[in-house]
Structure formats: C-alpha cells, structure tokens
C-alpha cells in the first residue's frame, strides 16, 4: 500500500464519477454542475445517502426532476427518530445537505442512479447535527489544521471480507445458529452431493495460491472494476489468509474524510456485487471458527507543506520523533480507541492470540503481531507511514478515522513514548520478556469502560461531543453488549448439558 501523494494523478477520479476535485484555488463542483452532467448522462435517478452511527449507509430516492439547485442548500427532510443512534421521536425532522463533490453514477444499481453522500444538519438551528460522524470527521481534519501540526493526513484503510455462498442464522426462545457454506471452504472437500471438484485453500493457506484453488478470482476482479468505475482507485486485489472465500482488495490513500466516504462506497460495491452474482459478502470481524478473522489495518501520515512528518532515515524504521510520538498517542489510548475501531462483540473472537491477530500494545518494523507496524517495502520517505492494525471493518470509518488522528495527535502533544519497539515473534518470548507487554481489551465491554474513562483526547477542539461519546457506549452496551450476554451460546451445551 502506497501512501504517498508524490503523483499528482493519484488522487484523479475515475470515469463515471462527478467528484472533482479541489484545486489549488479551492473551487469544487457547483450544484448546478452536478445537474447539468447527471441530464447529460441520463440518469433518471438520484439516491441521497448517509451514515447512521454505528456506521450503516442509509437511503432514499427520488426522480432527477425533483432535484434542484435548492436542494443543496436548502437540504431534504427525513425522520430523525428511524434513525439507529439519532434523534427521539419528539425532535425527529432532521434535513440532508447532498455534498456535490461526491455525486457518482451507481455502479451496481440496473436504473441509472446518481447517488450523493449528505451531510446532517438541524432543520431548526440549521447547525450541523452533532452525531453526524461525517461531521465529526471533518472537524477532526480541521482540528489538526488549527493545531498547527500538520495540513493534512493521509488515511490507507486494508479492509478484509469473506465472500461466502450462504450464510444463515436464527436466534429464538429455543433455538440459535449459524450456518455457513462456501465453494471454497476446505470443510467441502469430502463433499458426495454432486461431483467434487477439490482444490479448496486449507485453513489458514488461502494466501496466495493461483486458480483452481482461488475460486474467486473473477469476482474479484469484477468488484475491483466496478469500484474504480465509481471513482476508488484500486491498488490491488487478492485472497487473502483463510479457507472459504477471505478477501481484500487496497484502495489509494486519500485524505480522512474522503477516505470515510471511499469505505462506503467500497462496502456497498462489494456487497452489492456479490449479492448479483450469487454470493453474500460480509466485513464480520470474525465469522469462521479456526480461521483468520477480518481486519482493517490503517496506514496513516501526517504531512505539512507537502513534506511527510513521519519520515527520517536515521530515525527507527525510518521513522521521525514525530511518528514516534504519534504512535506513542496510538497505543496509550488503545483500549479507548478499540471501543470505536474495533466496536462489535464479534470483534474480540478476532483479537485473540494466534491468527495473526493484532493483540500487543507495541509497535514494531514488519511484525504483524504488534497493534502498530512500519512498513518496510520502500526506502522512499514519502512512504513512510504507521499501520495501525487491531481495528476491524465493522467499525464506523468517519469515527474510526477520526479517532486514531486524535489519539496521534494527543501523542505529539504531549511527547508520548511508546513502549520500546518489539522485532522478535512475540509469542515466542520467554514468561518474564512477554508479561512485560501489554494487550488489547479482551471484550467490548472492556473497550467501552476504558472509552468512558479516557475520552478527553476525543473531545479536543469539541471534534467529539460528550453527547456522541455517552450516545456510543450506551448503544453498544444496550444493544449490543447486554444483548449477547443474554443469549445461551452454542459451546455452553457442549460444557454444560449434562451437568
């Protein structure tokens, strides 16, 4: 993953995409712009979308007709109340501003479809509505031009996904499951249904064998093509560690709320391409049993007048005091920070020793085991970025983002050291090497206590509210947390049934 922005095409958009992008001068695509291009391609349809605050796009359409100039600034209304982690039912008018920079032609949808990504705002007040996690991002980015640190920082999410055949599950007062199947899944090779044609990737060895074995790469390659065609530039494809149909496929780097939007578009795409052909795609951190779970490792940098403040070759790793501190920032609000990144139950079956889990609070030069890596495959300084890897794609990208860029910057801030770097297979130190390191949360639960404990980096400049912060936890805690807790687990007969 290249996360340089040295070439000045890198950040171009794609064809059949209408964002343009902001020149030097500062000047964007007009509304009327927008408008002009959708007639002129024939699109009958536009679908104005946003993220709720888990991190769920929402939507809904109307005809081009009833699109106009006003309604980029005069927004279009919708129940707030309907809305998971939005507004009571007694204040539920709420309006979207479509943002005309990220208006794209649908790529999946058979009826041409402009979509635009909204902002959220009052309809009262006409403020930005503060659970808004795409404002939140865009604060964030302001905060860290206010703070005199940096211009901008550049975000490279590695977000993985299964592409399974079928997945089905059911809970209920006296039954719960989940089932999956998969082409690929090595549990098929004894399969007598129909002729079997093998060559499935065993647990663990999906990385990177060719077809047979890859069973998937054409759709892959579908998907990669269709998201370029809406304006994601792909750097690479591939399978990726486990049996059954694991995946990832490497978006340029792009600025953090652009980034936000980006991953999106890349879940929608993915899952809506698969869904077409055949297939059901899911970013559930860890949905298979004895096999690698789905990360989403952010590479991120910071940057000021164009030079890259994390590089300097006589530094570790080739690494600046300044990315030091900002990883020192990364990994003291870790268990904080995990709440956000990292923000479902499912994701601590993920963070568990062993499946190249991200589990240590360390950083280290190529070690895949440490919360936080420094890439080594270029000696080019423009390149030079950290990779932090316990977050998961379930994770609301905006807040996620935004998050990690608070937590680095509280780093610098306040000159935080990280641990001392760690370039041995940690888990094979010796007992009083290994218990000198320390490891993520074990559990949401623990997350979300350390969030309600260490959230005053998050709220610097009012980038997060204590109002979005309390709204979080008891979210997840209600709906979540305490909801899985309640359920019998499948395990506990094979403990306890006969007890």
């Known amino acids: ?36 291009r959708a007639k002129a391609e024939g699109v009958k349809v536009v679908d104005v979308r946003f993220i709720d605050l ?32 939005f507004q009571a039912i007694d204040e539920s008018d709420m309006l979207l501003i479509p943002d005309p920079d990220s208006a794209t032609i649908d790529p999946v949808l058979e009826h041409k479809t402009l979509f635009l990504i909204c902002d959220v705002i009052d309809p009262i007040t006409r403020e930005p509505y503060s659970r808004d996690a795409r404002l939140i991002a865009k604060k964030a980015e302001e905060y860290l031009r206010r703070s005199g640190i940096a211009d901008v920082s550049y975000w490279g999410p590695e977000a993985e996904f299964y592409l399974f055949n079928s997945l089905r599950f059911d809970q209920n007062a006296f039954s719960g499951y989940y089932y999956i199947d998969s082409e690929e899944g090595i549990w098929n090779s004894g399969r007598n249904s129909e002729p079997n044609l093998a060559f499935r990737p065993r647990h663990k060895e999906g990385y990177f064998p060719v077809p047979p074995t890859d069973k998937l790469q054409d759709l892959r390659s579908e998907i990669m093509l269709k998201l370029i065609e809406a304006g994601v530039q792909v750097e690479v494809q591939h399978h990726e560690v486990g049996t059954a149909g694991q995946a ?35 970013f559930m951190p860890k949905p298979l049993f004895m096999d690698n779970g789905s990360g989403m490792h952010v590479h991120q940098s910071l940057w000021k007048d164009g030079e890259n403040l994390f590089a300097d070759k006589s530094g570790y790793a080739g690494l600046s005091q300044t990315a030091i501190y900002y990883i020192g920032g990364l990994l003291k609000h870790a268990p904080a920070l995990l709440a956000l990144c990292a923000p479902t139950t499912n994701s601590y079956r993920r963070l568990v020793p062993g499946y190249e889990a991200p589990i240590n609070l360390v950083y280290s030069k190529r070690n895949r085991s440490a919360c936080v890596r420094i890439p080594m495959y270029s000696t080019n300084p423009k390149t030079k970025r ?114």
């Open 248 to 282: 990832e496929i490497d978006m340029r780097f792009d600025t953090l709320t652009k980034m936000g939007d980006k991953m999106m578009v890349y879940k929608y795409v993915i899952k809506n391409v698969a869904a077409k052909n055949g297939y059901v795609a899911t």
């Open 386 to 499: 950290v990779e932090f890897r316990s977050p998961d794609p379930a994770a609301n990208p905006y807040l996620a983002f935004a998050a990690c860029l608070m937590a680095g910057l509280d780093g610098i801030k306040n000159k935080v050291l990280p641990p001392e770097p760690v370039d041995k297979d940690i888990y094979e130190l010796d007992g009083a090497e290994k218990a000198k390191i320390k490891s993520v949360p074990g559990s949401l639960a623990e997350s979300l206590d350390a969030l309600e404990k260490d959230h005053g980096f998050l709220t610097e400049g009012s980038v997060f509210t204590e109002d979005v912060i309390d709204t979080w936890i008891d979210y997840k805690r209600k709906k979540e947390v305490d909801q899985v807790a309640l359920r019998p687990h499948p395990w506990e007969f094979m403990l306890y049934s006969d007890v």
């Open 54 to 85: 888990p991190g769920t796009w929402q939507h809904f359409s109307l005809p081009l007709g009833e699109l106009d100039e006003a309604s980029f600034s005069e927004g279009l209304g919708f129940d707030g109340s309907s809305i998971r982690g």
């Open 1 to 36: 993953m290249s996360l340089s922005p040295s070439n000045p095409k890198a950040l171009e958009v794609q064809e059949g995409v209408f964002m343009a992008i902001v020149t030097k001068s500062g000047s964007k695509t007009s509304p009327r712009e927008v408008l002009e």
